[in-house]
């Protein structure tokens, strides 16, 4: 479980943006011996929500390294 390593979803400064709706979700992985884990959690994660059908009209765009 990614338990507290997940901040978020909170809205971006600019909420909205040619009729899309913003929202920012960080998760926090630390080069570790679980980061494999972890990351395979998140990849899974990412697909599972991407083949719902209630997901079709979100975009999702992935920052490896956001600061």
Do not use: Q, T
């Not at 998760?27 to 980061?35: A, P």
């Not at 599972?48 to 390294?65: C, I, P």
Request: charged letters at 30%; a positive charge; aromatic letters at 10%.
């Amino acid at each position: 479980s990614l338990g507290r390593r997940v901040l978020g979803p909170e809205y971006n400064s600019i909420p909205r943006m040619n009729n899309y709706y913003i929202k920012n979700i960080m998760i926090k992985i630390e080069r570790s011996n679980d980061f494999f884990r972890l990351k395979s959690i998140v990849v899974s994660s990412y697909n599972e929500f991407l083949r719902r059908k209630e997901s079709r009209g979100v975009r999702v765009a992935v920052d490896v390294d956001p600061m």
